[in-house]
């Protein structure tokens, strides 16, 4: 049998680990015969199908996969059907022989995999219980007799108990590993400050270049006055200090540029046992509309000079009447 292509050649003393790479590819799974080491989100499905497919046996269930083909039945297959290439590699031993498997996974793709293989065993799953309990039910119904009976579905629910109890064990396991995976999603978007540190970029290019316009970059807010707005804090809650906008405002005290600060104390509840205000994110990404956002009530702001705080509710009216962040001076 021929080495495929898909994953870099391998010499035949190159005997890689699980998790190392090669040529864009990651090895995820290996074995002789069959993969019996995984890296640690796939052993999870691996060990599911598994329970899946032996349960299925034992009870006649022919599955198929989610677009109605015939189902994996091995783990090999199982592998390749979620997205996981298999490259076969041939021994010759002194009277025996054997095929050594190795699973490669394409870099930037494992969201991918997890998702079809929560599809797969999650339809897998159902066919096995659909189908187990149609059986029990066609024998049941063959039962003439009333302590057969008896004694054949109190053995039935036994069996049946510990039948579902493996199955939400398992599937507990992929809920918890979805939500983890969701967690770290999330924090890799707050994290994301893109968007917020190229608006900061532009701001401080206008300001060198003297250009009237009209910028928002998160709390910032340039007018084409050549003044700089910022929402330094929201009920108590500074600006995170790390954070591009809060470099760009130290900057623009040091360089005594023309600098409005201004905090917000809307309120947002707590009418009759105090004021509850609405806070400041922990991550500067919480701030990104802060200078269009609408409450119930009116913003309220304040400031250090009078007429700050009037001055702040207009430029907020005028950029909630606005579309974008970038208003056309």
Request: negative net charge; glycine residues 8%; proline residues 5%.
């Amino acid at each position: 049998m021929g080495r495929k292509t898909f994953p870099p050649t391998l010499r035949e003393d190159d005997y890689p680990s699980i998790g190392q790479s090669r040529g864009g590819y990651t090895l995820v799974c290996h074995g002789d015969d069959r993969p019996t080491e995984w890296v640690g989100w796939l052993e999870e499905f691996a060990s599911t199908f598994e329970e899946i497919t032996n349960l299925a046996e034992e009870h006649g269930v022919m599955l198929t996969d989610p677009q109605g083909r015939h189902a994996p039945t091995s783990l090999v297959e199982f592998c390749q059907a979620i997205g996981i290439d298999m490259d076969s590699s041939p021994w010759q031993g002194q009277m025996i022989s054997g095929t050594y498997w190795l699973g490669w996974l394409r870099g930037g793709t494992v969201r991918a995999t997890k998702s079809r293989a929560r599809s797969l065993i999650a339809s897998l799953s159902k066919q096995v219980d659909t189908g187990v309990r149609a059986g029990i039910m066609r024998e049941l119904s063959a039962i003439r007799d009333l302590d057969t009976f008896l004694e054949r579905t109190a053995t039935d629910r036994r069996e049946l108990r510990q039948e579902i109890d493996t199955l939400k064990e398992s599937m507990q396991r992929l809920r918890t590993e979805a939500q983890q995976a969701a967690l770290t999603v999330q924090q890799r978007l707050n994290e994301d400050t893109h968007e917020i540190d190229q608006a900061c970029l532009e701001i401080a290019c206008a300001i060198l270049l003297k250009r009237p316009t009209r910028l928002v970059a998160g709390p910032l807010l340039l007018w084409d006055d050549g003044v700089v707005y910022a929402i330094v804090s929201r009920g108590g809650v500074p600006i995170p200090t790390d954070s591009s906008p809060r470099r760009v405002i130290d900057a623009l005290v040091a360089a005594n540029h023309p600098f409005v600060q201004i905090r917000e104390t809307t309120v947002i509840g707590g009418w009759t046992s105090g004021p509850i205000y609405r806070k400041g994110a922990p991550s500067i990404n919480g701030w990104a509309s802060v200078w269009k956002d609408q409450e119930k009530s009116a913003r309220r702001f304040e400031g250090d000079q009078p007429g700050d705080a009037e001055r702040a509710f207009e430029l907020h009216r005028q950029l909630v009447a606005s579309s974008t962040g970038q208003i056309e001076p």
